[in-house]
């Protein structure tokens, strides 16, 4: 499909205030929306968005932020290190992805990878992600003379996940910027990228018990046509 399309092709309801949007209005809406699913524009199909992410993470390549390998190597080595000491799919998956929000918002690009992920992964590991730069600098920090950053990340102790972020940073998100490493390439982590993001949303990684934005997204899904299963 052309996206330059006719614009009574493309318009499926003339409603231009939500508020006064019908049943018949939604209904016609929809059926543009399906028709450019149906051409491969979807949004949100499992396949489309593990490539989208995979194509974000090959952007990655040369980037640099000063160690001796760029990001993209950085963490293919955070998760083969993850993987090598035993860690489950989703979470190398978590340690391949983790900067993922590097080169947009250095200090909170943590939280980029966690909502991109966030439907597909558990509640620990959608913390670690957000989480992740502080502790980081915590172990770091001797470098930048950080003042109070054990007051900083100790603030979170009373979190369920404090020990995990921990173990995430200690174990491989600091030891991955070695040149010399026999880190795995890309090709071996796609399919569990594949898998992860063919996980019915919200639903298998147990996130709808993680407090109420979960639950209140995922019951948006009525007003959405389910992921297509590609
Ligand atoms: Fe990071
Ligand atoms: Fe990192």
């Not at 989703?90 to 947009?104: I, S």
């Not at 910027?177 to 949303?201: A, G, Q, V």
Request: hydrophobic share 35%; with cysteine.
């Amino acid at each position: 499909m052309s996206v330059k399309r006719k614009a009574d092709e493309i318009v499926g309801t003339t409603c231009i205030d939500l508020a006064h949007l019908d049943k018949e209005g939604a209904q016609a809406m929809m059926t543009v929306f399906n028709k450019v699913r149906g051409a491969g524009f979807m949004v949100a199909s499992p396949n489309n968005n593990a490539e989208r992410v995979i194509s974000m993470f090959k952007a990655q390549e040369g980037l640099s932020i000063g160690f001796p390998v760029d990001c993209y190597i950085h963490g293919l080595q955070t998760a083969t290190l993850a993987l090598r000491d035993g860690c489950d799919e989703e979470t190398v998956v978590c340690a391949l992805l983790h900067d993922l929000g590097e080169c947009w918002s250095t200090i909170n690009h943590g939280e980029i990878a966690a909502s991109l992920l966030r439907p597909y992964i558990s509640p620990k590991n959608y913390w670690i992600l957000k989480h992740h730069e502080v502790f980081q600098a915590y172990i770091y920090q001797n470098g930048f003379e950080l003042k109070d950053i054990e007051k900083v990340r100790d603030q979170f102790k009373d979190s369920p996940h404090f020990d995990a972020c921990v173990q995430f940073c200690e174990r491989y998100d600091s030891k991955a910027f070695d040149p010399e490493y026999d880190t795995l390439p890309l090709e071996h982590f796609i399919p569990m990228i594949k898998r992860i993001f063919n996980r019915k949303p919200y639903v298998e990684s147990g996130c709808l018990e993680d407090g109420r934005e979960n639950a209140a997204k995922f019951s948006l899904g009525e007003a959405y046509p389910s992921p297509e299963p590609n």
